[in-house]
Nanobody
Framework: QVQLVESGGGSVQSGGSLRLSCAVS????????MGWFRQAPGMERAGVAS???????TYADSVKGRFTISQDNAKNILYLQMNLLKPEDTAMYYC???????????????????????WGQGTQVTVSS
């Protein structure tokens, strides 16, 4: 059974930093695509960053230069380092994983992808001004 458990959320002032972690268990695929998403109240879930098993990363324009996605394959942990946080970053953050990197022969691991087989329950990030 695949489980994704996020941690590291909290409250921080504008300009501060947080590092989110996503512990993955039961996911034995060497080839994979993983992503971070966020959803603010009244808003749709939006992609924040993605990373493939090949190490290729993509980011939403709103977080480029401030957020960094990374993965520790030995520990099966996905990270999201968030710096220079802004009040508009306030949201519930979710991690997601899927064994398919290619769909129909096309590379399909990017921040615009929403089709993932496995999702975590989320961790809240609140940034105050």
């Amino acid at each position: 059974q695949v489980q994704l458990v996020e941690s590291g959320g909290g409250s921080v002032q504008s300009g501060g930093s947080l590092r989110l972690s996503c512990a993955v268990s039961g996911f034995t695929y060497s080839s994979h695509c993983m992503g971070w998403f966020r959803q603010a109240p009244g808003m749709e879930r939006a992609g924040v960053a993605s990373i493939g098993s090949d190490g290729v990363t993509t980011y939403a324009d709103s977080v480029k230069g401030r957020f960094t996605i990374s993965q520790d394959n030995a520990k099966n942990i996905l990270y999201l380092q968030m710096n220079l946080l802004k009040p508009e970053d306030t949201a519930m953050y979710y991690c997601a994983a899927d064994p398919d990197v290619y769909v129909g022969g096309v590379y399909y691991c990017h921040v615009g992808r929403y089709a993932y087989d496995y999702w975590g329950q989320g961790t809240q990030v609140t940034v105050s001004s």
